[in-house]
């Protein structure tokens, strides 16, 4: 089974700051990577698909890079509602989500 | 638009089955390009895909729970549900069921229920 491994588990970060994640595949999978949100409570929501393509409705702030076995989620300039946890996860043999990576107020 | 809910016993006993069903709405659940997933997280924990199938019935789970699951599809409902079986407490979770658009030119799972908490009691 592939794994996926993000870091950092916790990120502490202002308004206005660049936030970088990564999550790194266990083996390759190409570009087939999917970026997640979720807020307390609330179910996740889909950020990114094929590493680096913006959902519809999704600000701009937010771009997702790399391939293979390596990939990153950006958010230019952080703002107020983007305090949330983020989870990666790979479709290229079944599905796997990474631990997530929670984004907070420093 | 497409909308999809869960629904089920919120309280599971023991060594019992978790029996959920997921209602889609504003779309039809027998579109060619898509499955129809089950994800579940533990509380605090992160998320952990369970399974998806699609309208044929064709499905595919993962391996670590592969012996107590089932997922089913029921196209004149449109619905898809998921049975676990031999519940510990560790099975006590939020649980989602989502579209997977799966392979598409737009993959990922979305949209997603609103969830639902299963308690596994002693």
């Known amino acids: 089974d592939i794994q996926m491994t993000q870091s950092p588990t916790t990120l502490a970060a202002s308004v206005g700051d660049r936030v970088t994640i990564t999550c790194r595949a266990s083996?390759?999978?190409?570009?087939?990577l999917a970026w997640y949100q979720q807020k307390p409570g609330k179910a996740p929501k889909l950020l990114m698909y094929?590493?680096?393509s913006l959902e519809s409705g999704v600000p701009s702030r937010f771009s997702g890079s790399g391939s293979g076995t390596e990939f990153t989620l950006s958010i230019s300039s952080l703002q107020p509602d983007d305090f949330a946890t983020y989870y990666c996860?790979?479709?290229?043999?079944?599905?796997?989500f990474g631990q997530g990576t929670t984004v907070e107020v420093k | 638009q497409l909308q999809l809910k869960e629904s089920g016993p919120g309280l599971v006993k023991a060594s019992e089955t978790l029996s959920l069903t997921c209602t889609v709405s504003?779309?039809?659940?027998?579109?060619?390009?898509?499955?129809w997933g089950w994800i579940r997280q533990p509380p605090g924990k992160g998320l952990e895909w369970i399974g998806s199938?699609?309208?044929?019935?064709?499905?595919y789970y993962n391996t670590s729970l592969k012996s107590r699951v089932t997922i089913s599809v029921d196209t004149s409902k449109s619905q898809f549900s998921l049975k676990v079986t031999s519940v510990t407490a560790a099975d006590t979770a939020v649980y989602y069921c989502?579209?997977?658009?799966?392979?598409?030119?737009?993959?990922?799972?979305?949209?997603w229920g609103q969830g639902a908490l299963v308690t596994v009691s002693s």
């Open positions: 989502a579209r997977d658009r799966g392979l598409t030119s737009t993959p990922g799972f979305d949209p």
């Open positions: 504003g779309g039809s659940i027998s579109s060619n390009n898509y499955y």
């Open positions: 199938i699609n309208y044929s019935g064709s499905s």
């Open positions: 083996q390759t999978i190409s570009t087939w």
């Open positions: 094929k590493a680096s």
């Open positions: 996860q790979q479709y290229t043999s079944y599905r796997t």
